[in-house]
């Protein structure tokens, strides 16, 4: 009686094993043939191909590894400053001796010394994604960013770099220099150019040979660093008026509010759940701006600790600190963009944006604030 169920049951079992057979036999078939080939050539043609295989290899593991490991990673990043510390605001002078210029000591930048560093993870303790060769000629043609695979990091990558840009440019614009008539400060001026350089450069470009990404945002790194060295020595200065606070607030706060309208977009228009292959690049660039300008946020509470005070803003940073934290929290083994009324798949770019927009919400208080 249950013969025929059984015999249905197994047939349909024989073609499931026929068609991943077939499957894997179509993706084996390029190898296999290539095998058969490299094995009646000559020993000088095998050495040679032998030698590319290799280099390709080599090429592709340490991409891998580039791509999986996150060297550093730290949310808690911030803390390890102890900005709470210093009790000066950037520029002020806190020491002075003999009467001389070069015996002043300044406070120098929070905001600088972060941006700093953050480049300095992206580029020197971690591999730059974006300008690898292979990362550039994705998967058979197809750009990585349209995968499920070795992307995340880049997208990461590229969302501190947008926080560190936007404060580049306000450091060489407005808080490292005395009001818009003054000079502005060489090291800052060339810091925001290279950090405006294409994030996908390598050794070629379409004008030929020329300096790759990570190496431009290393002489970014030097010439922050060099700033911050000349306002410990008060041969610059760093304006930390309450007008300078905020508008780098209100610049934060359009950055990630255009951030947020990105993943509202995505979560509306392309939620396919799990297979929404570039819903993972849309929350891990935003996560790396979470990442970033949490640590910048503590670096300019350090350089305008007086006017935090002035302004009675202690309680709302907080509350705003507290915002980062929540958000840098949820890091998914896989980032799914279901129906934000599903029950099967997660919603985590609707579960991100969130978090961008109270992050925002409390930028605005701030500003509000700021404004009185």
């Not at 058979?140 to 995340?152: A, E, L, R, V």
């Amino acid at each position: 009686m249950l013969d025929p169920i059984v015999n249905f049951v197994t047939l349909i079992f024989q073609w499931i094993g026929r068609g991943l057979g077939f499957a894997i036999g179509v993706i084996l078939w390029p190898f296999m043939w290539a095998g058969r080939w490299y094995v009646q050539r000559g020993w000088i043609l095998k050495a040679i191909v032998g030698a590319a295989l290799l280099v390709l290899i080599g090429l592709y593991g340490n991409f891998f590894y580039a791509t999986q490991w996150w060297n550093n990673f730290n949310p808690n990043y911030p803390d390890t400053y102890s900005f709470d510390k210093r009790n000066v605001s950037a520029g002020e002078q806190v020491a002075a001796g003999a009467g001389t210029d070069t015996a002043k000591t300044c406070g120098n930048s929070g905001i600088a010394q972060v941006a700093a560093d953050l480049t300095d993870f992206n580029v020197n303790q971690n591999a730059w994604v974006s300008s690898m060769i292979l990362y550039k000629l994705g998967l058979f043609g197809i750009d990585w960013d349209s995968t499920p695979f070795f992307d995340n990091k880049a997208s990461f990558q590229r969302g501190i770099n947008q926080a560190v840009r936007r404060t580049a440019t306000e450091l060489a614009d407005n808080l490292g220099r005395v009001r818009t008539t003054s000079q502005i400060d060489s090291n800052l001026q060339e810091a925001r150019g290279q950090l405006q350089y294409d994030e996908s450069i390598w050794y070629i470009s379409r004008n030929g040979m020329t300096a790759t990404t990570p190496s431009v945002y290393r002489r970014a790194i030097a010439n922050l660093r060099a700033f911050n060295s000349r306002l410990e020595t008060c041969q610059t200065v760093f304006d930390a008026r309450a007008d300078n606070l905020k508008q780098y607030i209100d610049r934060i706060a359009s950055d990630i509010g255009s951030t947020s309208a990105i993943l509202k977009d995505r979560a509306e228009h392309y939620n396919n759940g799990w297979f929404d292959f570039r819903a993972d690049d849309r929350y891990w660039f935003a996560y790396g701006q979470l990442y970033a300008y949490y640590g910048l946020m503590k670096g300019a509470q350090a350089d305008f600790e007086d006017v935090i005070k002035e302004k009675h803003l202690q309680n709302l940073w907080d509350t705003m600190d507290q915002q980062f934290t929540s958000a840098l929290r949820i890091q998914p083994f896989i980032i799914a963009n279901g129906r934000e009324d599903g029950w099967i798949f997660p919603t985590h770019l609707t579960t991100m944006g969130f978090y961008v927009l109270r992050v925002r919400s409390n930028l605005v208080e701030i500003s509000n604030v700021l404004t009185q």
